[in-house]
Nanobody, 122 residues
Framework: QVQLVESGGGLVQAGGSLRLSCAAS????????MGWFRQAPGKERELVAA???????NFAISVKGRFTIFRDNAKNTLYLQMNSLRPEDSAVYYC????????????????WGQGTQVTVSS
């Protein structure tokens, strides 16, 4: 079992930055594919960014060039650096982990965090 706890969300003005953290426990996530998802009110959950155990990344078109995904294996933590934030980035952001996913557009992750709210004001 892997437990995931997100933090770092909050209220920020458009154009600002936030860094989300996802602290993992129970298992070492260095060999897991990790993902960040988001869900805004009335919308479906969408994949924002994914990171393979080997360092490959995938980003949603809407965040490419603005967001970065990376991990610190020593801290067993995943991060999402979000720059140039826009009001449309407002959502609950979820961290996810899976030991078997290799396709970085996949959404059927096994382990999920509880989410952290990001609100971007205009």
């Amino acid at each position: 079992q892997v437990q995931l706890v997100e933090s770092g969300g909050g209220l920020v003005q458009a154009g600002g930055s936030l860094r989300l953290s996802c602290a993992a426990s129970g298992r070492t996530i260095s060999r897991y594919t990790m993902g960040w998802f988001r869900q805004a009110p009335g919308k479906e959950r969408e994949l924002v960014a994914a990171l393979s155990s080997g360092g490959r990344t995938n980003f949603a078109i809407s965040v490419k060039g603005r967001f970065t995904i990376f991990r610190d294996n020593a801290k067993n933590t995943l991060y999402l650096q979000m720059n140039s934030l826009r009001p449309e980035d407002s959502a609950v952001y979820y961290c996810a982990a899976d030991p078997r996913i290799v396709v970085l557009t996949a959404t059927n992750y096994e382990y999920w965090g509880q989410g952290t709210q990001v609100t971007v004001s205009s």
